[in-house]
């Protein structure tokens, strides 16, 4: 069971330049969500959404799109890198909400914009 | 504002040498209170939920409990390979979002 996978492991941009990071989950889970993790300040929300055709901003949207038009699959879309945007990024899903729900979490995409 | 504070930030142990970590929460209408693990280069790994105060959960040589307030992770003789960053999480009343706290780097040397 490959759970949630997330690609690339690693990338480098430019300043300016955009991309996607792709996040898929084989588990048929409703709820998925993106973080970054930057250090000393924790793991933070970007987006999530509670299902396909649905989307809603975390705390820190700014400069990130998302869209979920199947189940499966949750990318995120840089769309014009800046320095600020260096971090690591952790796609999650869990079966529903989270209130009673763990999430389960990919391996990360570490990012450095130059 | 939802808020998650754990302390400390870093804690060294011998092997053998139990301790606790603190997970201080003021999530409004708190639902969950999540505790997760994490491995360097690796997504966190879910360890324990708790939902209300008194509640305790059990896992090998970890104990998690919860008060009104905070929660705590109990390592009871603890082993190298419990080495990693222990994340503190709350979900409060939509269940829509978790705010994680910072972590605790936990060591333990053999």
């Known amino acids: 069971n490959a759970g949630v996978t997330q690609t690339p492991k690693f990338q480098v941009l430019k300043t300016g330049q955009s991309m996607t990071l792709q996040c898929a989950q084989d588990?048929?889970?409703?709820?998925m969500s993106w973080y970054r993790q930057d250090p000393g300040m924790g793991l933070r929300l970007i987006h999530y959404?509670?299902?396909?055709?649905?989307?809603d901003q975390g705390e820190v949207p700014n400069g990130y799109n998302v869209s979920r038009s199947t189940t499966e699959d949750f990318p995120l879309r840089l769309l014009s890198a800046a320095p600020s945007q260096t971090s690591v990024y952790f796609c999650?899903?869990?079966?529903?909400?989270?209130?009673?729900?763990?999430?389960?979490f990919g391996d990360g995409t570490r990012l450095s914009i130059l | 504002e939802d808020q998650v504070t754990q302390s400390p930030e870093a804690l060294r142990l011998q092997e053998g040498e139990s301790s606790s970590l603190n997970c201080s929460y003021t999530?409004?209408?708190?639902?969950?209170l999540f505790w997760y693990r994490q491995d360097p280069g690796k997504g966190p790994e879910f360890l324990f939920t708790?939902?209300?105060a008194g509640e305790e959960k059990e896992k090998e040589r970890l104990k998690a409990t919860l008060t009104k307030k905070e929660s705590f992770l109990h390592i009871t003789a603890p082993k190298p390979e419990d080495s990693a960053t222990y994340l503190c999480?709350?979900?409060?009343?939509?269940?829509?979002?978790?705010?994680f706290g910072e972590g605790t780097q936990l060591t333990v040397n053999p």
């Open positions: 999650a899903s869990s079966r529903q909400g989270l209130s009673n729900q763990p999430q389960h």
């Open positions: 588990m048929n889970h409703e709820y």
């Open positions: 959404s509670v299902g396909a055709g649905i989307t």
């Open positions: 999530v409004s209408g708190l639902r969950g």
């Open positions: 708790l939902y209300s």
């Open positions: 999480a709350g979900t409060h009343t939509s269940g829509s979002r978790l705010t």
